[in-house]
Each structure stands twice: as C-alpha cells, then as structure tokens.
C-alpha cells in the first residue's frame, strides 16, 4: 500500500509563504499605525498644552486689565476669547512682519453673538468691533442689528489697503465701492494677500479700548467757543497701565512665538506704553524695530496720506528682503 508523503507541494509551500509574508505585512502595519497613534496622541497634549497656557495667558491678561477698569468698562472674557479667535485664524504661517496696534473697539456679549455672512469665507462669523471682523462696518453682511453702530473704523482699512499696496486704496471704501459684495471681496482678498506674504496685525491690549458713546461738548463761558470734550469712558489714566499689563502678562510672548523679520508699532500711546526696549527684547536676534507710525485715526495736519506710503514701502522692502 502506498502511504502519503508528509512533506508539502510546492504549491503549499508558496501559499504557507505568502500566508506569512500577509501576516509579517499586517504585524507591520498594526507596529506603523501605533507608532502613528502615540505620535499623534503626543501632538495633541503638546497642543493641548500649549493652548492651555495661552489661555491661561490669555485670561491672566484680561483679568489684570479688567482690575485697572471701571467694571462697566471691561469687556467680556468671551468676547476677547472671540477677538483672539480673529487674530489666530489671519495669523500668517510664517508671520514676516507686525503691525502692533492698540485694541480692538469695545464690543457687548449680545452684539458678539449676531454674525455676519460673506461669500467665499469660512473663519469666524461672529461679529466683534475688530477690523479683522468682515461684518464691523458693514452693517449689510449683518444677519441682525447690532447695539453698535457699526461704522467701522474705515481708516485701519485704508492702512490694510496700504500694507497690500493696491493702487486704488479707496476701493476697500464705501466711498470707493459703492456695491456691498464687491467691496467685501475687495476685503477679503486683502486680508488673504496680507496672511499669505506674512503681515500680521496685532493689538498690544487684549480688551476692547474705546466705548461707543456719543460726543459730549462744552461751552466756554468766557469766549462762548464750543469745545469737543474727550471720551468719558473708560478713564483715560487706565490705559497706559492696562496696555502695559496686556502687554507683559501675553502680547509680548505671542509676538516671540511668532518670531517676525520685522514690527511696525502703530500708534504713538502703544510705543510709549510698552516701551521700544520691551519691544525690542520681544523680536528674535537681527529682527527691525521700526520707528513708531501715528494711529490711522489720529489727527494729522495735512492727512495722513504719508504714511499710508511709508507703511507700503516697509512692507515691500520687508517681503522683498531673504
């Protein structure tokens, strides 16, 4: 009688082989898709932290803030949480150049919680008075009214329009571009030159500053002259202390992790209030401190035409340099 061989056909040897060669595969892939898992696990508790201490930092700053104000004048934690949100979606990803401002325009919980709509444009919709904010100033993108009056801060455009160096700077003006879409894309595509070469606009106070209110005058009684009376509200001896503040407790360190090639202050109480040393230790090694600009709001004889072009040629010999 024949008895049947115990060794395999090389048939069964090469399916055994590939059997093993699969399982050797699949070992490899369940090692790869691990090592990936605590990689990325990693990443995120290194996000995880790093966001936790920047809105440990975040809201250091606004307390110390809101303790040199009024308790009317201080504005919400959840709105500066939403400026911030502002700032961080036009954050550049290789920020070149800051334009340091002051502060964003003091904005209630309730108007932060009406949005605005633009074509083409998916960051943050909530409105804030804050020039990063499509909706501020143009009360036609609303969804609904706002207590604000919402007129904008039309001259912090024209410096965005001078940063991205358009020609016709007036286009990003309702006095420009008549046609509300237009001018809102005119708008956006500002904004989105301006985060691609690395122009990066901050404020060095993290509460919204100035409170809407109307215009008070006074009447002199020895010539009868009319004067403009200044802004009641907040105090103005609060503001040094609380741009000082916002700035040591989390400004300065968000302009360090951004290391720019270069700052511009804009605004003389912003320069003054920080100090240049302090804004100087706050830039990496080689990086170019630029005398301080006039605000855009500010009065200057003769318009403030000169330095919307000063401001064009820093960013272009900024963008243009290795």
Known sequence: RRTRSSSSSPAQQQQQQQQQQEQQREEERKASRAVAYATSREVREKQKAALSSNEAGLEGAYRACASVLPAEDAEALEVVRLAKAYYDYWKPDDVRLILLAESHVYTTVEDSRVTFEVADYEGPTNFVALVYCLGYGEAGAMKGPTSNKNKGTPQFWEMLAAAARLDDRSSVLKKGTKALEERLQTKLRVLRQLKA????????????????????????????????????????SCKKPALAL????????????????????????????IGRDNLQAALPEGATLYEPLPAPNAWIQGGYGPYFDQLATICKDVLSSS
């Open 197 to 236: 070469e690395g122009v990066w606009l901050l404020d060095a106070c993290v509460v919204g500053w100035y409170i809407p209110q109307d215009q008070a005058f006074r009447q002199s009684a020895v010539s009868g002259d009319v004067h403009r009376l200044g802004k009641a509200r907040p105090p103005k």
């Open 246 to 273: 916002s700035w040591e407790l989390f400004m300065k360190d968000v302009v360090k992790d951004a290391t720019p090639k270069a700052l511009v202050p804009v605004g003389m109480e912003v320069f003054h209030a």
